[in-house]
């Protein structure tokens, strides 16, 4: 698996535009200046910070009509021809997510569409599509929101036809499509505490409930989960698995920190890169937090600076929890 192929899978893509406005408020008429407009989507991020860290990947998922192009010109852009970009047209415009930064009083304001509508034709070919695609050897990431007439049982059937397809599963999404994954094995999940509450049925309010929650819905803890990975902010993350309870964190001056829009996106690449490359789960959580943190300092989301990436690495610190 060392040198396996990723295939990331989005179901539902986004243009993000992030605005920075000092002083926002609701109901106000704020001047402010872009400062990002560019192609996202949690999958299409995952594989951009993959392309950074030198790992090839496959990009799949629905893409609107008119958006397309964007996508194709902006992964052959920044993806340094490590990312193959096969995502599947539908008849409807793409999502736009817009993010207000306000430095002054140091808050993040999130505006997020709900996207386009599938229909069932669009589904069969999506489940063709990852059929297809997935293979022993093979890692296939399910990643960011299911767009209208998405259904959670049909995410549910896709995993379970990539598993028994013998490529390994990761799953990196939120609300009632993870809800359908309870009973579903997969070899990784990534959620932050409240996403793991709703998995584990279990509180998240504490260090300790969330390794005890991570551990029940784990294969060690009896449950279907191979690794579970827990994103805890600035608390950085934990992670467990067989024989494994690691937890790291990034020690960062605050006043660094831009914006953390996708830095769970680049948790999850710098992981994934890091075992790819190494095999070892503590200097893959090192990558991965390196990774998330580099993100933060830059106000795009999913694009991450190698030399940023290099110096949180040295930082990073992992033990056993």
């Given at each position: 698996m060392r040198d396996a192929r990723v295939i990331t899978v989005t179901p539902n893509p986004a243009v993000d535009w992030v605005f920075e406005a000092p002083y926002f408020a609701v109901g106000e008429h704020i001047a402010a200046e872009r400062v990002a407009h560019h192609p996202a989507g949690k999958g299409v991020n995952v594989a951009r910070v993959l392309a950074s860290m030198g790992v090839r990947s496959i990009a799949t998922g629905f893409i609107g009509r008119g958006e397309l192009r964007m996508f194709e010109e902006h992964i052959e852009r920044h993806c340094e021809g490590r990312v193959i970009c096969q995502l599947l047209v539908v008849r409807a415009k793409t999502r736009d997510n817009i993010t207000i930064v306000d430095p002054v009083n140091e808050t993040e304001t999130h505006i997020r569409d709900?996207?386009?509508?599938?229909?069932?034709?669009?589904?069969?070919?999506?489940?063709?599509?990852?059929?297809l695609l997935a293979r022993?050897?093979?890692?296939?990431?399910?990643?960011?929101?299911?767009?209208?007439?998405?259904?959670?049982?049909?995410?549910?059937?896709?995993v379970s036809r990539s598993r028994q397809a013998g490529a390994n599963v990761v799953l990196d999404t939120s609300g009632k499509a993870l809800e359908a994954m309870r009973s579903e094995k997969v070899w990784m999940v990534k959620v932050n505490a409240k996403e793991l509450s709703t998995l584990a049925e279990a509180p998240t309010e504490t260090p300790e409930q969330v390794l005890e929650a991570a551990r029940t819905i784990s294969v060690d803890g009896g449950g279907n989960v191979d690794y579970v990975v827990v994103t805890l902010g600035m608390d950085g993350a934990i992670m467990v698995g067989p024989g494994l309870a690691i937890q790291g964190r990034v020690m960062v001056h605050p006043g660094r920190i831009v914006s953390t829009v996708g830095s769970g996106d680049s948790l999850l690449s710098g992981l994934l890169a890091g075992w790819i490359r190494s095999g070892d789960w503590t200097e893959?959580?090192?990558?991965?937090?390196?990774?998330?943190?580099?993100?933060?300092?830059?106000r795009a989301a999913g694009f991450v600076d190698l030399d940023g990436v290099e110096e949180f690495r040295q930082v990073a610190m992992i033990e056993p929890v």
């Open positions: 709900q996207g386009f509508e599938v229909q069932s034709s669009d589904m069969a070919r999506l489940e063709s599509k990852v059929s022993p050897g093979v890692l296939v990431a399910f990643c960011g929101s299911l767009p209208p007439g998405f259904s959670p049982m049909a995410l549910r059937r896709m893959a959580l090192r990558d991965g937090l390196a990774a998330a943190t580099a993100n933060a300092t830059t």
